[in-house]
Each structure stands twice: as structure tokens, then as C-alpha cells.
């Protein structure tokens, strides 16, 4: 399973970033193998469509969940209709996300 946490660095132990369409990076956590990747978020400076693009990376990643702060209604269109799940109020550090995730 791959999950997407948004976060404020490019670690496991860099809090994660209470936006989604605007975080500073999105890291792909792939429960099956422990490992991920960090990738900084290109729509950051959008003046609009922000979530829409970023959850459309989403899709394109083939994220089966993702961890967030918070998600905005167009953002979540996309997600939703993409059958990804999403968990928000998520806060911490990135590892504590998944781990508190994965407990579930």
C-alpha cells in the first residue's frame, strides 16, 4: 500500500504539513517495503487549482491513502472520485502519522 503524509521537510521525523494542496512536500511511504520518497510539491505557488493538481499527482503516484492536516473541498472531489481514502487532523512528526495509521 502506498500512503502520501504532507510534510514541512523531506524526512521521516519533519512534521507533517497541516495543508494539502499547498504543502511544502509530499512523502510516499510504501508499507510494504518501509521505504519512501520525498518529492517537493510543484504547485505550491498555483494562484488557484492548488489541490486539484495535487491531488491529481495523487492519482497519478497511485497513493492508496493519504495523511493530512486538512483538505480542501475541490481537492477532495478529485481524491474522492479516485477512490483514495483520506485521513485528516493528522499532526506530529511524519513516522508518528504513519505509525498511528498503521496501529488502526
Known sequence: ????????GKTLDSNVDPRFGRCRNFIFFDTDT???EALENPNTQLQGGAGIQSGQLMVSKGVN????GKMGPNAQQVISAAGIDVVTGVSGTVKEAIEKYWKK
Open 34 to 36: 518501509g521505504k519512501y
Open 1 to 8: 500500500m502506498k500512503i502520501c503524509i504532507t510534510a514541512e
Open 65 to 68: 491513502t493519504i495523511l493530512t
